[in-house]
């Protein structure tokens, strides 16, 4: 199946440099989740906070359908 990946501020070092707008189209397995986008851009434990497919809310263990775009947001820091 093929997706589309788009990260956001920190991670987007993790793109590969075939990504255009910044976002990449990869091509995964068909029981593929968003934990393999991770393994497969080799994003570090601990540097993904919110993951969303489709705009919705997901997990690592989410299960992806063809054609889906995935974002993937680090932790956000900062404050007075």
């Known amino acids: 199946m093929t997706v589309s990946v788009k990260l956001f501020a920190t991670l987007r070092k993790y ?19 968003a934990g393999d986008i991770i393994s497969q851009l080799a994003i570090p434990d601990g ?3 919110l993951i969303l497919i489709d705009g919705k809310h997901s997990a690592e263990d989410t299960p992806l359908t063809d054609g889906a775009v995935v974002s993937f947001f680090p932790p956000i820091a900062g404050g007075a």
């Open 47 to 49: 540097h993904i906070h």
């Open 15 to 33: 793109l590969p440099e075939d990504a255009v707008n910044k976002t990449a189209t990869i091509e995964l397995g068909d029981q593929a989740t």
